[in-house]
C-alpha cells in the first residue's frame, strides 16, 4: 500500500492520501483523544506523540501537530494509516456520526431561505474542493444581518492563512453572487 502525503497551507498539519475512500459521506474532526474514541483509526493517530488533531474527508486524513518536526512523526502516522487500512477496519465505530450533523445547528432568519440555499450552493460547488484540496472543509453554520458564518475544519482550522481565505476568498466570492452577503466570519 502507498500512502501520498502532501503539505498543506497550515504547517502544523499534512495531508495523507491512502489511496482509499475514507468517509463515504461528510467528515469528521477530532481535536482531541476523548473526541477519537468513536474511531478506531483516530484513537491510534492520537496515541502517537506530538498528534493534536485528526479530519477524515472523502479519501484524506490530515494530521495536526505540535511539537516534534514532521520528519519524526511522519514514519509512525504512515504506519498507523498503512495497517489500519490493511487491517479491514472501520474508520468510524457503529456508534459515530459524521460532522454533516451539525447541519442541525445552523441558523438564519425566516424568509432567507432563499440566499442561505445559494450560499450553500456556492460553499459546496466552488470552495469546498478547494478547500479539500488543502486537507480541510469549510461548512455553513449559519447567516443573519448580511454576516455569513463558516465552520473550519481539518487542516484550515487553525492555519495562518485561514483568515485570508475567508476575507479575501470566500467573502470575495459570496459578495459577488449574494449581494445580501456583507461579511463572512468564522466560528
Given at each position: 500500500?502507498?500512502?501520498?502525503?502532501?503539505?498543506?497551507?497550515?504547517?502544523?498539519?499534512?495531508?495523507?492520501?491512502?489511496?482509499?475512500?475514507?468517509?463515504?459521506?461528510?467528515?469528521?474532526?477530532?481535536?482531541?483523544?476523548?473526541?477519537?474514541?468513536?474511531?478506531?483509526?483516530?484513537?491510534?493517530?492520537?496515541?502517537?506523540?506530538?498528534?493534536?488533531?485528526?479530519?477524515?474527508?472523502?479519501?484524506?486524513?490530515?494530521?495536526t501537530?505540535?511539537?516534534?518536526?514532521?520528519?519524526?512523526?511522519?514514519?509512525?502516522?504512515?504506519?498507523?494509516?498503512?495497517?489500519?487500512?490493511?487491517?479491514?477496519?472501520?474508520?468510524?465505530?457503529?456508534?459515530?456520526?459524521?460532522?454533516?450533523?451539525?447541519?442541525?445547528?445552523?441558523?438564519?432568519?425566516?424568509?432567507?431561505?432563499?440566499?442561505v440555499?445559494?450560499?450553500?450552493?456556492?460553499?459546496?460547488?466552488?470552495?469546498?474542493?478547494?478547500?479539500?484540496?488543502?486537507?480541510g472543509?469549510?461548512?455553513?453554520r449559519?447567516?443573519?444581518?448580511?454576516?455569513?458564518?463558516?465552520n473550519?475544519?481539518?487542516?484550515?482550522?487553525?492555519?495562518?492563512?485561514?483568515?485570508?481565505?475567508?476575507?479575501?476568498?470566500?467573502?470575495?466570492?459570496?459578495?459577488?453572487?449574494?449581494?445580501?452577503?456583507?461579511?463572512?466570519?468564522?466560528?
Amino acid at each position: 500500500m502507498f500512502i501520498q502525503t502532501e503539505s498543506t497551507p497550515n504547517p502544523a498539519t499534512l495531508k495523507f492520501l491512502p489511496g482509499k475512500v475514507v468517509m463515504e459521506s461528510g467528515t469528521a474532526e477530532f481535536r482531541d483523544a476523548a473526541s477519537a474514541a468513536v474511531s478506531p483509526l483516530a484513537g491510534r493517530l492520537f496515541d502517537i506523540p506530538g498528534v493534536t488533531g485528526v479530519f477524515f474527508g472523502y479519501d484524506f486524513v490530515t494530521v495536526t501537530k505540535d511539537g516534534p518536526e514532521w520528519p519524526h512523526l511522519k514514519p509512525a502516522i504512515l504506519g498507523t494509516i498503512m495497517e489500519h487500512f490493511m487491517s479491514g477496519a472501520k474508520v468510524m465505530g457503529s456508534a459515530a456520526a459524521s460532522d454533516e450533523a451539525d447541519a442541525d445547528g445552523e441558523f438564519f432568519e425566516a424568509g432567507d431561505e432563499n440566499i442561505v440555499a445559494t450560499i450553500k450552493e456556492l460553499l459546496e460547488t466552488r470552495v469546498r474542493p478547494a478547500v479539500a484540496q488543502d486537507g480541510g472543509d469549510i461548512t455553513f453554520r449559519g447567516f443573519k444581518d448580511g454576516k455569513v458564518y463558516l465552520n473550519m475544519k481539518g487542516a484550515c482550522s487553525g492555519c495562518p492563512s485561514s483568515t485570508a481565505t475567508l476575507k479575501h476568498g470566500v467573502q470575495n466570492l459570496l459578495r459577488h453572487f449574494v449581494p445580501e452577503v456583507q461579511e463572512v466570519e468564522a466560528v
